[in-house]
């Protein structure tokens, strides 16, 4: 359920409202630090170029969501 709600938060919340609850359903430092490595890499291959190639994980005890790569073999532009 954690995860249906937090999809319809990103697909149907208003920016000012995904701002406010992302804190509740993210690990920030995860993905900020995710973020900042796969642009450093240039990996066209990412959640920011195609949209894949990373698993998302719900961790149990806080109930946040993390992100994980996969598939890194066309970093550093391929």
Same mark, same amino acid.
């Given at each position: 359920?954690?995860?249906?709600?937090?999809? =319809?938060?990103?697909?149907?919340?208003?920016?000012?409202?995904?701002?406010?609850?992302?804190?509740?359903?993210?690990?920030?430092?995860?993905?900020?630090?995710?973020?900042?490595?796969?642009?450093?890499?240039?990996?066209?291959?990412?959640?920011?170029?195609?949209?894949?190639?990373?698993?998302?994980?719900?961790?149990? =005890?806080?109930? =946040?969501?993390?992100?994980?790569?996969?598939?890194?073999?066309?970093?550093?532009?391929?």
């Amino acid at each position: 359920q954690r995860l249906i709600d937090f999809t =319809k938060l990103v697909t149907q919340a208003s920016d000012a409202d995904f701002t406010a609850q992302a804190p509740q359903y993210l690990d920030l430092e995860n993905w900020a630090r995710y973020m900042a490595v796969n642009v450093w890499l240039a990996n066209m291959d990412s959640i920011l170029a195609m949209g894949h190639n990373y698993y998302l994980y719900l961790h149990p =005890k806080t109930q =946040k969501i993390s992100i994980l790569p996969w598939d890194m073999d066309l970093a550093f532009g391929g």
